[in-house]
C-alpha cells in the first residue's frame, strides 16, 4: 500500500503485479487464483468473451480519461489495431462528435468505419508528418482538439503532435522506440499538452457498465477463437497480423462468441 495506490493510482506503483509482464508470469491456465480486490463480478447478460475484452477496453478509457474527452469533442487516433479501435469505441461512448482514425490497413480502417469513425486516413509509410496533419485539418473543417496515438511509431507520434489544435492534448499509448524525435518545441510554443498512458487504473467498474448498458459493443473486435491447447497457434496468427482480437477458449463447450 504505497503512495501510488492510496492516491488511487495503482499502475505506477512499481510493486504492482501485472501478469505476463517480465518477471509475472501470465495466466494462461484453466484456472487462476487472484488477488480478490481485483476481481468484478461480471452481470449476468455479459459473455465471458466480453469480460475478456474489458481489458483492452480499460486502455481506451484511461487513455480517453486522460485526454479529456466530452461532448462535443473532435478527435485524431492514430492507429486502428485493438487499442484504437477500443479507444475509437469509448471516444464516441464519451460524447465526441468527430473522429478521424489512420491506418496503413484498409482491412482495420473498414472495421473503424463499421464501428463508427467519422473519417478515415489511410497511411502510407513514405507520408510526411506535416502533409497528414493538414489532410486531418481538411477532414475535420479544423484541427482536433485531442490526438490519440496507438502506434507508437515516431512519424505518428509526430504526425499527433502538429495535427493537434494549438492549447490541445496529445495522448501517448502506443509503446515504441525508448528515444524517439519528436516537434518538442511546435508543441510548447502551441502550448500542446503531451501525456503519457500507462496501462490503466480504475477502469473495470466503468467498462462493465459501458458493455452492459450496451452503450459500447466489442464483440466486432473478435475475429479468431482458438481452445486453450492451441495457444501456440493463436500466438502465431495475432502475430501474423492477421484480424483484430484473438480469443483464447477454456470451456471446450463454449466455442461461440
Partial sequence: MDEFFKSGHYN????????ATPPDDGNLSRYYKHNANFCYKLPDTLTFEEGAL?????VGIHACRRAGV?????VLICGAGPIGLVSLLVAKAMGASQVVISDLSAE??????ELGADFLLP??????PQEMA???EGMLGGQPQISIECTGVESSIQTAIYAT???GVVVLVGLGEEMTRAPLLNAAIREVDIRGVFRYCNTWPTAIAMLASKHINVKPLVTHRFMLEQAVEAFDTARQGLGIKVM???DKNDQKP
Avoid: Q
Fill in 70 to 74: 466530452t461532448l462535443g469533442s473532435s
Fill in 12 to 19: 505506477l506503483s512499481p510493486t504492482v503485479l501485472f501478469c
Fill in 165 to 167: 489544435r494549438s492549447g
Fill in 248 to 250: 483464447l477458449k477454456c
Fill in 108 to 113: 482495420r480502417l473498414a472495421k473503424a468505419k
Fill in 123 to 128: 497511411v502510407k509509410r513514405e507520408d510526411v
Fill in 54 to 58: 474489458i481489458e483492452p477496453l480499460s
Fill in 134 to 136: 493538414r489532410r486531418v
